[in-house]
């Protein structure tokens, strides 16, 4: 890294020094167009085999939750069966006894 630092700053000072110095103008301004700039406008459209290979992997994934979902459902509804609230009694359920309001 330091060898590329050295060589990027030896281009500017061979270019610095290769011309006449003017005053109160800005000279040999470093442009770098490594991407597309977009203000206030929609981007670049991605390229054909990025937008193909983003529908695959979304099916995929789909394919994926769908299928676990199909076969593996216990994920959601739970693993045992819900016990039938009718069936519980009234110490479980937390409510008094009524002989105990009598007294």
Request: charged share 20%.
């Amino acid at each position: 890294m330091l060898a590329s630092r050295a060589l990027l700053v030896g281009r500017l000072l061979h270019r610095g020094l290769g011309r006449k110095a003017t005053t109160g103008v800005l000279r040999n301004q470093l442009v770098r167009h490594g991407h597309d700039w977009s203000y206030r406008v929609n981007g670049p459209k991605p390229e054909m085999a990025t937008r193909i290979g983003a529908q695959i992997a979304g099916g995929l994934m789909w394919w994926w939750v769908l299928w676990h979902l199909f076969h593996e459902y216990e994920h959601i509804t739970g693993e045992f069966e819900y016990p039938d609230p009718s069936q519980w009694s009234n110490a479980e359920l937390g409510i008094p006894s009524e002989l105990d309001e009598l007294e």
